[in-house]
């Protein structure tokens, strides 16, 4: 599985998608935290906090991360090397483990720049080091969990087409419903009495609990356990070429 996943990596940095979806995240964020007039601002807000970052990233990863998905299966399927891949001596769910953790991995290396920001708001606060550790870090823990959540969903997404471009629209489909649609439908009437379940079902609401500083294992449990979902759903999809 080792191999797989180095294989996988190599893949990504061997072509400009890796670094594109890097420079594009970074891009994004900075341009929003430090150069856009609009409240997320860090210069205008007048605190010392990065809190616009955890807010604007999910939905930068919400497109970004489809994007590094889309050929996890799909390249594979529509190249015929599916076929040689499943010959390999590896389990299927090693498989698709791989892809995950080689999309994580990805995921990880887009978050490490923006240490930066963390590092120029510490200083530009009064005194400077006036920003709030505990919960910065909190919020970093959240955010890979969301990224995670983001890669299981866009490889399911890859698995179910040969075809990149409806492999990537259906990630974001999925990953937005998973982000939002469940917010979205406990607010309407006809599922009044089902709103509080339908909250604990979304991403955003563990994310922004998450987001707050605090670590509850009622929030890491749901992410692990929609990542173990997505990527179960996976194995099937792809074992089922041998049925």
């Keep these: 599985m080792y191999a797989l996943l180095k294989k996988e990596i190599k893949s990504f940095l061997s072509s400009l998608i890796g670094y594109v979806v890097i420079v594009v995240f970074l891009l994004v964020l900075g341009l929003f935290m430090w150069v856009f007039s609009v409240d997320s601002n860090v210069l205008h807000n007048g605190y010392a906090n990065i809190n616009p970052l955890f ?35 590896l ?25 930066v920001y963390y590092y120029s708001v510490n200083q530009l606060g009064s005194p400077p080091g006036n920003i709030d550790t505990g919960g910065m870090w909190g919020s970093y823990i959240g955010l890979l969990f969301l990224g995670g959540a983001f890669v299981a969903i866009g490889i399911f997404a890859s698995a179910l087409s040969d075809n990149q471009i409806i492999s990537f629209v259906m990630a974001v489909a999925f990953c937005a419903f998973c982000y939002i649609g469940f917010d979205n439908l406990s607010s309407l009437d ?20 998450m987001s707050r500083g605090v670590i509850d294992t009622r929030d890491m449990l749901y992410f692990i356990s929609l ?8 194995r099937t999809v792809v074992e089922s070429r041998k049925w």
């Design 55 to 89: 807010e604007i990233a999910p939905w930068v990863f919400l497109f970004l991360i489809p994007a590094i998905t889309m050929r996890s299966f799909a390249e594979e399927r529509k190249s015929g090397t599916i076929e040689l891949l499943l010959t390999r001596p």
């Design 91 to 115: 389990l299927d769910i090693q498989i698709v483990f791989a892809k995950f953790l080689a999309g994580l991995i990805l995921v990880m290396f887009s978050l490490l720049p923006t240490l």
């Design 227 to 234: 990542i173990g979902i997505f990527l179960f759903a996976t």
């Design 190 to 209: 006809f599922f009044n009495k089902a709103d509080t379940f339908l909250l604990s079902m979304s991403i955003n609401t563990h994310y922004v609990s």
